[in-house]
């Protein structure tokens, strides 16, 4: 609540099973409009708070609706934006004290976006316009930034968490498939927690090989990572 109403935001888009919550605090948000949910089947009866929001003078709507709507209307041009005006506002999860708002202008957002193009194209091409899995949180700036970039680019966009990345991740029961087997992406990126992750597992499942399997994947990879070095120049 505290950041839809700093940030004098209209519309609000929420899941289905969130509307008992903007239900709860709807009194309280002073400039919000229109209300947009996203069903999940998570709230059999989000209708009776789909009612509720509707008594209290807000304009609800799905997803679907919305798709539907913008089906029956003629295409249009959207204006092109001032490049200072604000194209994102990310608010921090205010765990030391209330949370803040960071404001992303157009020019930063576009700014963010050339200078990952300028690095792909110098790398060869990696990652846009290519198969890639995502599992950063959107609510995150560099995780909104790289999905932003990935939509544009025309890469095929994979969303996953990291409880559901691996075979063995906690997440799976017995036999199920990991995201990663399933997606098979040619471009990954994570943050310095998930890949330490991903290689304790790794090293797990080679110790459970052979007591040689860990120290020659080891010696391995310092050999590709200075063949590499080598190589770069």
Known sequence: MYGINQSDAKYVVTTEDLLVKLDKLSDKLSNVEKVVYIRNGKAANHQE???K??????????FEQIVENGNQ??????????????AIIMYTSGTTGDPKGVIMRHRNLMSSI???????????????GSQFAFMLPLTHVFGALLATSQFVSGS??????????????PAHVKGQVGDMRLIQPEFFIAVPLVLERILKEIYRQLSQ???LAAPLFTYLMVINRLYNVNNTY
């Open 114 to 128: 050339q200078n990952l193009m300028r690095m792909d194209e110098e790398i060869g091409n990696l990652a846009f």
């Open 209 to 211: 090989k052979s007591p």
């Open 73 to 86: 209307i003629a295409p249009c041009e959207f204006p092109v934006p001032d490049p200072d005006s604000i």
């Open 49 to 51: 708070f789909v009612d």
């Open 156 to 169: 095929k966009i994979a969303f996953c968490s990291p409880f559901t990345l691996l075979d063995s991740s």
């Open 53 to 62: 929001l509707a008594e209290k003078k807000l304009n609800v709507s799905s």
